[in-house]
């Protein structure tokens, strides 16, 4: 995903230090907005802070970089809250693919919607659900995987699920759950 590039210096008084680090930043619905889950991250990836899905910063294609968080023992389950009912036409999750180290992009996401955060409504049609791979139908190191959520709905809240993909059976881990790793989700 693309986002708008920003550069952070460290300065003591006027004189910068050789230490610089590049962020993307993307502006969307959902950024700065709380965002809640059914299991936190682990505690071994939580990101930068407990909303990192919201904060609009795009992490790299290394899961180590501190702008992901990753679960393992259980789904991704997120619930934003738009603060008010706002028109919502697409969504975009991307998720890291690195199967050497028992990442993979989740197997299934489903995209729901409400406007009291009670009763909800699934995006309809399923269709409208996209999964886009940047290096073929693989789980490539070192690359993401988008899924792409195109919707005509009116809604305060979304709940995203993202259910883990199980690491296949030549994979030393075989018999786990992958970890899942997301940097952002942007709405749209
Ligand atoms: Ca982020």
Partial sequence: ME????VLGVFVGDEPLPIRREFSVVDHLARGKPITFE???DSRYPGPSPSALTDGLLG?????DGLSQGWWENDLVATIDLGELRVIEGIIASFLNNLRAWIAPPEEIVVEF???GEHWRSSDPPAGITRLYLNGEDVTPDTETHWRVRVAEEARFIRITARQAQ???DHPGAG???WLFADE???R
Avoid: K, W, Y
């Fill in 176 to 178: 786990h759950a992958a």
């Fill in 185 to 187: 989700i942007v709405v």
């Fill in 60 to 64: 790299s294609s290394d899961h180590r």
């Fill in 167 to 169: 690491l296949p059976e």
């Fill in 3 to 6: 986002g708008d590039r920003v």
């Fill in 114 to 116: 409400s406007t009291d």
């Fill in 39 to 41: 299991h936190p991250a």
